[in-house]
């Protein structure tokens, strides 16, 4: 069958193969990328969806806006403006199917054959993907644990003329990166100053640890002038309240936002009314709050306990910084003690022993560090953690 | 900003201008495209969503498998069994954010800048605007009140070459229509002949009012040797159950379904698990023979309303095949008598006397008909029907 030349551009990705391992039995993975499905409100989701059958099923059931269930919409406006985010209305978001979506509206929108993009190196798999699908030309900026290293991006920016700059700056997946202030406001400026669409994707940043981290650089465009008219912000439920919903919604300038919506339209038509409708009443029952402590506390056990772990049972074979939210650890194999190098052996190793991670070198569009890994604590309890860090001791 | 260039080939939809004038007081609406909300079986719904819930909260709440949540594959195939497709396993279909996904995988799979692919003339307008999005160069077939007129397709298929076939052969949008056996078992034909995917798009193929139509072409290739290679079919919980779900599927061969699958991986990671696993709920819970005869009966009840009230009232103004199913009447102005043969001016005329319908033109994805119109007999009661086609006399 002639298939379209666009898949030439992609393949299946190699995490996916690595999956089909964690079926063994006993294994630990630290290998999703995935919440736990034990943190989930499910209480708190079953009433709001029979709040959203008993109150509106029509709306819940029925065909809806392409734009977005409206009581939706306007939830999702306060909870960005609870976070810091001035002014910010409802018809100035639309309702995605979970954030991948929205990065898949704005490729659709956005991106023809050859066009640049530039992302963090490393970076979210699926979004690397999902541009190439259109024909992006990826180039990888370099980061370090303060996030994208701005210097280096504005000359990139004037090299390569990008469609758009996509960032995760909280807590990036597989980075666990934290995106300074500072750099949130250069990068505000550059946008401004080169006229380039910044992508903001975060779906971690209410999983903190310790204090808040920066406000969103869609919360500080209101700082930057003009810079509001460059940020578009990816949003979603899906980690700090139920992936299976596929709820997520992207903010941005009303030409784009219309473009993408009409994009939408012939993708999905909308997002499932029945889970938006859901995810309304959970947010307008006031739960969230004492959900995102929760997760919160949880998660920060985990991390904290897998930070322990690693620094005893690997000791100067593995570096990394410790992550101050989100999900996830980005550790670099250092050789030390003539202990292994490659990330991709260790991992084969590490199966054998009964735990599973997954190698960072997936994760770079380009130049890929060999030596890098992503250690997810999210679904392992502080024992299995420990248990798994020491299998991860005995594999090197 | 600059955007891709796939946006030139598509426009906002004509339709959607006119829906907004549906929000005058008292309109009577012919215009939609939607199920009755009060048909919806909310009281089967809300028990499968609680079951859901329940039974298996991590997998309702979770992330899933891009192919589809697994029971739901069961089920959808047995689904399909029922309706005498031999032999169809839950891995020969793929769980789509409903069948407009299913659509648009279809599309970023195969579909490239100037491909070639042929529709009816008229067709479902979301599909031409999908397609074309993927760059498709638009070829119509003309139908009649069987179908699609085969000798011309076939003409059509050796002059484009095209990259599939996309048809709705049972109680098509808008055309109301029913392809014969004959025919269905001749396109099965040719597709071998000529190696052609044909796309059999089947949301109403339930709506029947009285006897039963057809077998699918999916159910079909199995008496055409060396067909079901090269059939695709999209199915919908829309129409029988609730668009909000926004559960559909994709029948297809191994090679296009994982193509298909790795492309939606992309594009919403999967469908909503909470809607699937409230589907597969849903239909193990036996309901779903009464709720298709339910269905069935009230909306055979509305068209028979329409057919007798337009024949009445607008007499040889116009001129249909009364719909043996779906949700359409799909008729031509023949301008006797001196009265109006222009839709669109019809349409104007019409929304002042307190009615709405869709003017047949924008179906056309090329030698559009001015003359025709599309009537949706589904969310008015039968009372409102005959007063509804009494003001459309008054406006003709």
Not at 11 to 25: D, H, N, Q, V
Not at 290 to 298: E, F, I, Y
Not at 314 to 331: R, V
Request: proline residues 6%.
């Amino acid at each position: 069958m002639p298939f379209a030349s666009r898949l030439d551009n992609v393949e299946t990705s190699a995490i996916r193969e690595l999956f089909k391992l964690l079926g063994k039995p006993g294994i630990i993975s630290f290998a999703g990328g995935f919440p736990d499905s034990a943190m989930f409100d499910v209480e708190g989701l079953r009433e709001a969806s029979q709040k959203a059958l008993s109150e509106e099923p029509g709306g819940a059931l029925q065909y809806g806006a392409t734009e977005g269930y409206e009581p939706l919409r306007a939830q999702l406006a306060a909870f960005e403006r609870s976070k810091g985010v001035a002014d910010i209305e409802p018809q100035q978001l639309i309702v995605t199917t979970g954030s991948q979506q929205a990065l898949d509206l704005i490729g659709k929108t956005m991106v023809g054959p050859g066009d640049k993009v530039i992302v963090e190196g490393p970076t979210f798999l699926a979004t690397i993907q999902c541009f190439r699908l259109y024909g992006a030309d990826i180039q990888s900026a370099p980061i370090d644990a303060q996030g994208v290293q701005v210097d280096r991006l504005e000359q990139m920016i004037v090299e390569h003329r990008p469609k758009f700059v996509y960032l995760i700056p909280t807590f990036g997946n597989p980075s666990g990166a934290l995106l300074s202030l500072e750099r949130r406001r250069r990068i505000l400026e550059l946008a401004v100053k080169h006229q380039v669409l910044v992508v903001e994707d975060d779906p971690y940043g209410d999983l903190y640890f310790g204090e808040a981290p920066p406000p969103s650089m869609l919360a500080l465009s209101s700082e930057v002038p003009g810079s509001r008219e460059w940020i578009a912000h990816c949003g979603s439920m899906s980690k700090v309240l139920s992936p299976g919903l596929r709820v997520g919604w992207l903010v941005a300038q009303p030409e784009l936002l219309a473009k993408a919506t009409m994009c939408k339209q012939f993708s999905d038509a909308h997002t499932s009314t029945f889970a938006q409708a859901t995810a309304a009443q959970y947010l307008k029952s006031g739960r969230m709050p004492a959900t995102l402590a929760n997760v919160r506390r949880k998660y920060a056990e985990r991390s904290h306990a897998m930070a322990q772990a690693l620094r005893r049972e690997l000791g100067d074979a593995i570096e990394f910084t410790e992550p101050q939210g989100g999900l996830f650890f980005w550790a670099r194999l250092t050789g030390a003690g003539g202990k292994v190098r490659d990330a991709g052996e260790f991992a084969s190793r590490a199966i054998e022993q009964g735990v599973a991670f997954v190698p960072g070198a997936p994760f770079f569009a380009k130049d890929a560090d060999p030596a890098t890994l992503r250690l997810s604590f999210a679904t392992a309890d502080v024992e299995k953690i420990r248990e798994g860090v020491a299998r991860l001791g005995r594999a090197l």
